[in-house]
């Protein structure tokens, strides 16, 4: 059976200054991974990234991705 959404995929960048610092940026981690365990393409962008998540691109990470 074909899904009405299947030919709809959304890809999904949040966007923050860190990955799991503070409680706002532990709260857009935690939306971030559920969004990946419902097959979502989810990345996160970060200012300061501290985790070692290969979806979530910090300053570093784009520098050496350049």
Do not use: C, P
């Amino acid at each position: 059976m074909i899904d009405k959404f299947d030919k709809f995929f959304m890809k999904i960048l949040l966007l923050n200054t860190n990955d799991i610092l503070d409680g706002a940026a532990r709260a857009a981690y935690r939306l971030h991974k559920g969004l990946q365990m419902i097959n979502v393409d989810s990345r996160m962008l970060v200012q300061h990234k501290l985790s070692d998540e290969q979806t979530v691109i910090g300053r570093m990470t784009m520098m050496l991705k350049i």
